[in-house]
């Protein structure tokens, strides 16, 4: 019994880890792919249509031109994205990284809440989802791996004598 016992755990601690890797690295990967295509011009008319009804950033539409705010959200995407996989080097730094990421997917998903079309009218409304919807509701998943990354990155950051490479 004790071998089918550390057989378990074994398998446990990989899939622990892999799934902590995955989820980090995925979550960076996502971020700064999202940051890099604001460097578009398709890209920063799209988002136009979030950030202009938005009571949070539609200010910044009068202080920078369109192609001029979609680069600094993509700068600050991408920022956020090396930030988080800093945390076998600097967790303290991955930190900031991941703070960053929060902000980003709650004002994204504030969107689901004043951006127009956002509920499919021809399936009654919100709570059904357009595909505009659609796109912004996945924000949550991220928010939650965020917040996930900044609790791993505190945890390894105020522990001294931990191994940093864990993960």
């Known amino acids: 019994m004790p071998a089918a016992?550390?057989?378990?755990?074994?398998v446990e601690e990989r899939v622990s880890t892999a799934s902590a890797i995955l989820l980090r690295y995925g979550l960076a990967v996502v971020i700064a792919w999202i940051g890099a295509?604001?460097?578009t011009g398709s890209e920063?008319?799209?988002i136009q249509q979030y950030v202009a009804p938005s009571p949070l950033m539609s200010w910044m539409d009068s202080i920078l031109a369109v192609r001029t705010l979609s680069?600094?959200?993509g700068t600050v995407?991408?920022?956020?994205a090396v930030l988080i996989c800093l945390r076998l080097l600097l967790p303290r730094i991955s930190v900031v990284g991941s703070v960053l990421?929060?902000?980003l997917f709650l004002s994204t998903l504030s969107f689901l809440f004043t951006t127009p079309g956002v509920g499919?009218?021809?399936?009654?409304?919100?709570?059904?989802l357009s595909p505009v919807?659609?796109?912004?509701i996945k924000d949550l998943v991220l928010l939650g791996a965020s917040v996930w990354t900044l609790g791993d990155s505190l945890l390894a950051g105020r522990r001294p004598g931990t191994p940093v490479a864990r993960r």
């Open 101 to 103: 990421a929060i902000l």
């Open 44 to 46: 920063a008319v799209r």
């Open 120 to 128: 499919d009218a021809t399936a009654g409304g919100f709570p059904a």
């Open 37 to 39: 295509l604001k460097f």
């Open 133 to 136: 919807g659609q796109f912004l």
């Open 5 to 10: 016992t550390e057989f378990v755990h074994m």
């Open 77 to 80: 995407e991408i920022a956020a």
């Open 71 to 73: 680069g600094v959200l």
